[in-house]
């Protein structure tokens, strides 16, 4: 099985650094760390979890889950909430002070999706591990 983790967050203005830290934490756990060289590619993880949670708190409803996925060669990062209504990637002015955190995921991750789940959704994004960066875990994808 691959490395699962989870952390219900309050939706309040804790929750993204909370997560973030959670996140970071369960990295190191799997031998995922700063000092192995990969300090940009953690970066992007951080920055993709800070925005997923970000959004949650501010469109949200209910409690967040957050859930950390760590494949042999992907790290899946996961936000449910109980708000139906699906995130939408915008496209900001210049000097618009909001609606770029989907941008900035879809930027720095490999792909992004959402999903219904129960009353809400999910939106997620993974990161391709970088070539010699397996997660030594026991994995049962293929």
């Known amino acids: 099985m691959c490395y699962v983790a989870r952390c219900a967050l309050d939706r309040d203005a804790n929750a993204v650094g909370i997560g973030r830290r959670f996140i970071a934490a369960q990295l190191a756990r799997c031998g995922l760390v700063?000092?192995?060289g990969t300090v940009a590619y953690l970066d992007d993880?951080?920055?993709a979890t800070?925005?997923?949670?970000a959004n949650a708190v501010k469109f949200g409803d209910g409690e967040l889950d957050l859930c950390l996925q760590v494949h042999r060669d992907e790290i899946n990062v996961q936000v449910t909430d109980d708000?139906?209504?699906q995130a939408t990637r915008r496209s900001p002015e210049v000097f618009d002070e909001n609606g770029r955190g989907l941008a900035l995921v879809e930027a720095v991750a490999t792909r992004w999706g959402q999903e219904r789940r129960g009353t809400g959704k999910a939106v997620w994004c993974?990161?391709?591990?970088?070539?010699?960066?397996?997660?030594?875990g026991d994995c049962?994808?293929?």
């Open 140 to 142: 049962g994808r293929l």
């Open 45 to 47: 993880v951080l920055l």
């Open 50 to 53: 800070s925005e997923l949670l």
């Open 126 to 136: 993974s990161f391709s591990l970088p070539s010699g960066k397996d997660f030594a």
């Open 34 to 36: 700063p000092s192995d």
């Open 83 to 85: 708000n139906p209504a």
